[in-house]
């Protein structure tokens, strides 16, 4: 089938499942005139782990741990998510402290996937020192949240009713000292990257996506915000502590690379404010819940919560018959809905562009599979 | 005893003189000399590269092995040798052979004639800089030839690129190279040193000196014009497919190519050897270092340009403002003289 498409001047190139720039088994498959691109195919389903299914076979606490695979790079931010989405099933009340704690932790969470996308971002793009200076700072958080979650990659810190353990004093002097630091940086990086013209020229007006399309393809997260729709969940659909927080959701107007790359680059700010102020109004009290069952058992009927992951939109569905395993856990994570825009903004564009743009969306393929 | 070795070793060589003449004793002497030059300049690049891109990334780069890891690329290189040359099934299997030893050996020619010191030099032929310019044309061949033979998508795609920046890359360094032609009068490399007394070229030609580096990075394909071997959009480019030595041959023919185009810009626009206090041959060496390092900091600093911008800066910017320097130039000097 594939042959009789082909025509003398055309020809099938598969980037990925094995290739540097496809950060992990994303595997394109592309229709190509020398380099332009005629068609695109993303084809998944390399890292496939039936994340869903071993929901439907496990307890709710049981399945805590997987939440933070699915994301290997907003691990703490499914946690949250997850833990969010039950404890709203069961009713169950979270102390003050713990809301604040985890707001917390879920943002240092962001700004380390947003930090490691932008040096994955330039080394796709052929600069290979950013992506060292962004590692360089990831790795401070990495070990702040090490100090109190015990891991630095996948998390399973939160907890029904709260968190593992309460906040301790390196975290906090940790964190003090680490905001300014990566303030300064980003300074850094706005006069060394942002304003670079080969930089620009490489990302500006490529990969252009209108608000419309957008919609239609059901992009969220920083990919839409780029397109100049304010629409951010922790806004838009308020849950935690967030609605007594000053924020501002940073938002674009073309569409483009740039813009994808500037909104990540405005957010990583917006989460430092939000650091910065719950921890200046952190509450004492207890860090979790009392009275929290062993066995978690929703009333039956089904429960959906939203939450705005790193990458977007994560929407967390389950049925439970009010049993101590869920009948249907399903997820809906963003990338797997950002990624299939390739399909309609690749073709005509060139073999350098399609790096740039899979880049600029931000997918992470573990959590496309699940 | 000594003195009766040093007797005999000079009734040798003169027997060798009288037998085949001074001047093809000294090409083989040069030559074996190049060859050793050659491989301690490329492991001696490679270490400065690994230390340079190290502290330009917050990191410290090679120091186990050696002193500050000077012998890392020795270990390397070891490993390299030690490993499988992998001739995949459907290439052509002749050129594929043939293509890293292509690229590497009219390298060699051009160190032939370049002046390292007022005295060290091979040979000083009246078209030395032709010679130089017309051998590495043929690294573009040899590319063509490994991206082809390999049968592979991104070693094609890879060296397409490289015929298409190659063709375009050279044609700026030749014009701008001509202006320091038109104004030394000479050919010849020595010649061109020579006319720089007193003032360095670049002072006179400093467009032409800066089109020449831009076009010199391009042509050896760094980085931000390293699109052949794309790491991040072709994998590795045409030398995907080549695997131990035959990778190695690739590698150590690009930093003998850096190696030469500086010292080529280093003869063109800064006074060549000519330099206070220390002799000739530091002078040059330490010039052509200078450069080397730009041109790796330029790599660890900038990302990579797209193909077509690539071209397009080629051919609507470079070429036309190369041509106008050469114009100048030579209306100038006809009016001077």
């Not at chain 1, 483009?256 to 939000?274: K, P």
Request: proline residues 5%.
């Amino acid at each position: 089938m594939l042959r009789k498409t082909l025509t003398e001047d055309s020809f099938y190139l598969n980037l990925g499942p094995q290739h540097p720039s496809t950060h992990g088994v994303l595997h394109l498959l592309l229709k190509l005139d020398g380099e332009r691109i005629l068609e695109c195919k993303p084809l998944v389903g390399y890292s496939h782990r039936a994340h869903e299914h071993m929901g439907q076979n496990r307890t709710y606490l049981q399945f805590l741990p997987n939440t933070s695979r699915m994301d290997y790079l907003g691990g703490l931010c499914y946690n949250h998510a997850y833990c969010l989405a039950v404890e709203k099933a069961c009713g169950i009340e979270v102390p003050e402290r713990a809301r604040y704690i985890r707001t917390v932790c879920a943002e240092l969470n962001r700004i380390s996937s947003h930090l490691l996308w932008f040096g994955a971002y330039l080394m796709d793009l052929g600069a290979f020192t950013p992506f060292l200076y962004a590692f360089d700072d990831r790795e401070d958080i990495l070990a702040i949240l090490g100090e109190v979650t015990g891991s630095r990659l996948t998390y399973s810190y939160c907890r029904f009713g709260g968190v593992n353990r309460d906040l301790n004093q390196n975290f906090l002097d940790g964190t003090k000292a680490f905001i300014p630091k990566l303030r300064k940086r980003l300074k850094d990086y706005r006069t060394l990257v942002t304003k670079n013209i080969i930089f620009l020229n490489r990302t500006k007006g490529i990969g252009t996506v209108s608000a419309e399309l957008a919609r239609d393809w059901a992009l969220t997260g920083p990919n839409l915000r780029a397109c100049g729709v304010a629409y951010d969940l922790r806004r838009a659909e308020p849950y935690s502590i967030y609605p007594e927080l000053e924020f501002e959701i940073p938002t674009a107007t073309a569409g483009d690379c740039y813009d994808r790359y500037w909104v990540r680059m405005a957010e990583m700010e917006q989460s430092l404010r939000i650091v910065e102020q719950a921890l200046g109004r952190l509450p004492e009290g207890p860090v979790k819940a009392a009275g929290v069952p062993q066995w978690i058992q929703p009333p039956a009927g089904d429960y959906h919560f939203s939450y705005e992951s790193p990458r977007g939109h994560l929407g967390i569905y389950f049925v439970s018959d009010g049993g101590r395993v869920p009948l249907r856990m399903k997820w809906r994570t963003p990338s797997f809905s950002n990624l299939s825009i390739l399909s309609e903004i690749l073709p005509g564009t060139l073999v350098a562009d399609t790096i740039a743009i899979l880049g600029s969306i931000d997918v992470v393929i573990p959590e496309i599979d699940r | 005893m000594s003195d009766g070795i040093l007797v005999d070793l000079r009734v040798i060589w003169e027997a060798l003189v009288r037998f085949f003449g001074l001047e093809a004793l000294v090409l083989v002497i040069g030559l074996v000399v190049i060859l050793a030059w050659v491989q301690v300049n490329a492991l001696f690049l490679v270490w400065l590269e690994r230390k340079v891109a190290g502290h330009i990334q917050l990191r410290i780069g090679p120091k186990e092995v050696g002193p500050f890891g000077v012998l890392q690329t020795i270990v390397d290189g070891i490993k390299l040798l030690g490993k499988e040359l992998i001739t995949p099934q459907p290439v052509s299997w002749l050129l594929f052979i043939l293509s890293p030893i292509m690229v590497f050996t009219p390298v060699l020619v051009a160190f032939v004639v370049l002046p390292f010191g007022p005295h060290l030099i091979i040979r000083d032929i009246n078209v030395g800089l032709m010679l130089i310019f017309a051998f590495g044309g043929i690294n573009v061949l040899s590319i063509l030839m490994g991206g082809w033979a390999s049968n592979n998508k991104y070693a094609l795609l890879g060296a397409i690129r490289s015929v298409a920046q190659n063709v375009a890359y050279e044609i700026p360094l030749l014009l701008s190279a001509m202006s320091v032609v038109v104004m030394s009068g000479t050919l010849s490399m020595q010649g061109i040193v020579e006319a720089q007394e007193g003032v360095w070229f670049i002072f006179y030609q400093p467009v032409a000196g800066l089109l020449y580096l831009i076009g010199a990075t391009a042509e050896t394909n760094r980085a931000p014009f390293d699109i052949p071997e794309a790491e991040s959009e072709l994998v590795a480019g045409f030398h995907t497919e080549y695997s131990g030595m035959r990778f190695g041959l690739f590698f150590l023919a690009e930093y003998t190519n850096m190696f030469i185009v500086a010292a080529v810009a280093t003869t063109l626009f800064f006074g060549g050897w000519r330099g206070p206090f220390l002799p000739g041959p530091w002078w040059f060496l330490i010039k052509v270092y200078i450069l080397i390092f730009g041109v790796m900091w330029v790599r660890w600093t900038f990302p990579r340009l797209r193909f077509d911008q690539l071209m397009n800066f080629a051919w609507k910017y470079m070429i036309p403002i190369a041509l106008l320097n050469l114009l100048v130039t030579a209306l100038v000097m006809k009016l001077v003289r």
